[in-house]
């Protein structure tokens, strides 16, 4: 658990130990190390910590406080790619992603899309939250409709009157969860509704190494038992890393699926002859939209590349 504000470090100087990234801010870290939770710098300019590692940290004999020295092998780690065409991470050693989306601000399909892209190419669950549902749907069912039967798992909550939340709270149960979504969609309602001690662990998160306040890092919260949620901050897009080849294909499960009876393997599924996805889009079978999508992200690594 998170310690109370105020409470005495057990860094002394001449320690060391093992602790887990609950926040990362600049050149410095919120780290929980057994019980306590420790404000740390950086040892090097090398290290680039996100919410989720696994790190070493030691105190030493000359230094004001302690430092995180080393990063711990990550399972995974979800990156976006900045306006340079750069990886930057997000989180790390996820198990689970809850895409959160709302009635109120309407929801970015094409932002949906590339948040599935980027997990299924992590091979990371993923599930999609329909939060605020004591607002009218509007036009999302259609879409839900369509990602529902492309096999993403969706659920519906509302924070206001509690629907859907203790089968949110089951699925969250185990493993690290990470929220994301558009600013607004109410991930941090769900925070305060799913972790039982959020608000004070809340007072810890949004401090940094100096005391000020930030609200621009993914953030962890216990779930007791092992289980956590990391709160990423609001974004208006994403992208996943292009690293992976064919990356954009393989991350839209139906393109994927189709590309398979291409009459060319190196087909871009743009303009070339015997494309089945796109003989898939024109008889229905492949939503226009979802295919835009998967043209627009095809774009910009090809334009990043340039």
């Known amino acids: 658990m998170v310690s109370e504000p105020g409470a005495p470090p057990s860094s002394t ?9 609950l926040a990362s801010y600049g050149r410095g870290a919120l780290v929980q190390s057994g019980a306590a939770t420790l404000h740390c710098g950086l040892t090097g300019r090398r290290l680039r910590l996100v919410c989720g590692d696994r790190v070493d940290w030691e105190h030493g004999a000359a230094a004001d406080g302690p430092s995180v020295t080393a990063i711990h092998a990550r399972r995974n780690v979800i990156e976006r790619i900045d306006s340079r065409g750069r990886p930057e991470p997000v989180a790390a050693n996820v198990d689970r992603l809850g895409l959160v989306i709302a009635p109120e601000p309407a929801p970015d399909w094409f932002l949906v899309d590339r948040y599935w892209a980027g997990a299924r190419l992590l091979d990371i669950e993923v599930m999609l939250i329909a939060n ?20 993403l798992n969706c659920c519906q909550a509302s924070c206001r009157d509690d629907r859907g939340v203790e089968a949110l709270r089951q699925r969250t149960r185990t493993g690290v969860t990470l929220l994301v979504g558009q600013s607004g969609v109410g991930k941090s309602s769900l925070v305060n509704a799913l972790a039982p001690e959020s608000a004070a662990q809340t007072a810890q998160l949004t401090r940094d190494a100096e005391g000020r306040h930030t609200t621009t890092t993914a953030r962890w919260y216990d779930l007791g038992g092992g289980a956590a949620l990391i709160d990423a901050p609001g974004v208006r897009d994403f992208a996943p890393p292009a690293h992976l080849a064919r990356a954009a294909e393989r991350g839209f499960v139906e393109i994927h699926t189709h590309s398979a009876e291409c009459r060319f393997s190196d087909c871009r599924h743009f303009e070339e002859p015997g494309c089945n996805v796109r003989a898939a889009v024109a008889q229905g079978e492949i939503a226009a939209r979802r295919y835009e999508s998967y043209r627009r992200l095809t774009r910009l690594y090809e334009d990043l590349a340039r």
């Open 132 to 151: 605020k549902q004591d607002l009218a749907p509007g036009g999302s069912v259609a879409e839900l409709a369509i990602l529902q039967g492309l096999g």
């Open 13 to 21: 100087p001449g320690s060391r130990g093992e602790g887990l990234v």
